[in-house]
């Protein structure tokens, strides 16, 4: 079988669906096609946010469909172009900030939160001040937070929009086997269901969750690409009141450290105030931690979460740092039995292992109930461990009582980004006509700046059809 379209878009995270926003407002006449390996938005549920534990859906509610894994995630939309990417290597500062504020406006349109954190200077000011006598670096972003529902349901009315009023079709459970390459130019997708679908143009937006898959694409296409870090580490969880001095102006504190032992960059990310850890799949068998939380009250928890991740960026010849990722985390499945593994603080540092007794006795309630009690440092790499527990010294001087026994860290967090693509400003590969943007092209890191490259190539697409 094979149908023909204008437009392919392989992924429907947050850079596959700004790509038909814009493609079919700057041309309404165009035919979209997006591909997704998992469902359609009203479909996608998670057995586990009600009963506590992952049945292993697959493919993962969490992780793949509509919205990807934007849907169910914290809805963090970072309003800096110094944030979530790396589209300051593509454009200027002023450019860059153009294309934030466009997509802003979108989710705005859309019912997004209108608030927007971090913009009250002299508080930020009095943290980075105090951070710096520190050592520690405190990054600044304006956060406008969606939370898990409200997230949902923003991306719940694009998809309704694209639907009923574009010509745009979206495929679920359906796979990518091979993008389609005649004279040096892309012309559709073949899937393992052995669907061919044509069009004039193809952009690669498959998420971290296809991060693997893009990677391989580019191998059989011949295209060059270039290792990213990976980004590997564990979720922390403690009190609202250890963080609440913090997350209060700034929603997300941003920390960067250099641990005194081996010098790796440590980082917090996903910050998550009066939220939960969750658990999520990748490839149907690994389970790797996360985190979210939601905008209304009634629905905080007593703690915040964020990760701590270390990022290290390998050199030749390895060339396999998403294959090094699972590693870490099938390690960590391997000693829980498949699941996420807890440990308190005070008992790494002493080099025992938590056992349901010492975690019965923690002041700090995990909101992750599946989680499994163990030891830490029968997974993580040394210099990772090490860089952690240096790092969370550091922040305790300006978040004080995180340096704690009570705190727990859940692991493992992995971060998997695709290796960069090679690609002009407007992410159009060496092979013409194809397009690789968001998170799993190795260009962003989180919901915003996906976005942005979705918009860059539908005008992009949209110059070339003019012409």
Not at 56 to 72: D, L, Q, V
Not at 295 to 316: C, H, I
Not at 350 to 370: A, E, F, M
Request: charged fraction near 25%; aromatic fraction near 8%; charge should be neutral.
């Amino acid at each position: 079988m094979m149908k023909n379209y204008d437009v392919i878009i392989v992924g429907a995270g947050p850079a596959g669906i700004f790509t038909a926003l814009e493609a079919s407002k700057c041309n309404p006449q165009l035919k979209i096609l997006i591909i997704d390996k998992g469902r359609s938005i009203e479909k996608r549920t998670c057995p586990a946010r009600t009963t506590g534990n992952c049945v292993k859906c697959n493919p993962c509610g969490i992780t793949f469909g509509w919205s990807g894994a934007g849907a169910f995630s914290d809805g963090k939309l970072s309003l800096s172009p110094e944030v979530g990417g790396r589209l300051l290597d593509y454009y200027d500062n002023e450019e860059s900030q153009k294309l934030i504020d466009y997509c802003d406006n979108i989710y705005l349109k859309f019912g997004a939160n209108e608030k927007v954190h971090g913009l009250n200077s002299d508080r930020i000011e009095e943290i980075k001040y105090e951070a710096s006598k520190h050592n520690i670096k405190l990054v600044e972003c304006p956060v406008r937070h969606l939370g898990t529902e409200l997230a949902y349901e923003v991306l719940r009315k694009m998809y309704i929009h694209l639907m009923e009023n574009t010509n745009t079709d979206f495929k679920e459970l359906t796979e990518v086997q091979e993008i389609l390459v005649e004279n040096e130019a892309a012309v559709g997708v073949r899937t393992t269901k052995g669907e061919e679908f044509m069009a004039r143009y193809v952009v690669c937006a498959p998420g971290r969750g296809g991060a693997e898959w893009l990677t391989e694409v580019s191998k059989k296409l011949k295209l060059k690409t270039t290792n990213n870090a990976v980004d590997i580490g564990v979720r922390v969880e403690v009190p609202n009141s250890i963080m609440d001095h913090l997350t209060k102006d700034l929603y997300e504190a941003k920390l960067v450290y250099y641990s005194d032992t081996f010098e790796n960059k440590v980082r917090t990310f996903c910050m998550n105030p009066g939220g939960v850890v969750s658990e999520e799949h990748y490839d149907d068998s690994i389970a790797v931690v996360n985190g979210h939380s939601y905008s209304e009250q009634e629905l905080r928890t007593g703690n915040t979460n964020f990760a701590m991740l270390v990022s290290t960026t390998f050199t030749e010849p390895f060339d396999q740092p998403i294959k090094y990722g699972k590693y870490i985390a099938k390690l960590g499945n391997m000693l829980t039995g498949g699941g996420i593994m807890v440990q308190r603080l005070g008992d790494l540092v002493q080099g025992r292992r938590t056992d349901s007794s010492k975690l019965s006795k923690s002041t700090t309630i995990p909101t992750l109930k599946s989680a499994v009690p163990g030891d830490l440092s029968f997974v993580l790499p040394q210099r990772h461990l090490t860089s952690i527990v240096e790092a969370l010294k550091a922040f305790d001087k300006v978040a004080p009582g995180l340096y704690s026994k009570n705190t727990l860290l859940y692991g493992v967090e992995v971060k998997f980004y695709s290796s960069k693509f090679d690609t002009n400003k407007k992410f159009e590969t060496a092979i013409n006509n194809l397009y690789t943007i968001g998170d799993g092209a190795g260009i962003t890191r989180g919901l915003m700046q996906a976005s942005v490259t979705g918009v860059v190539v539908a005008r992009a697409i949209t110059e070339k059809n003019q012409n």
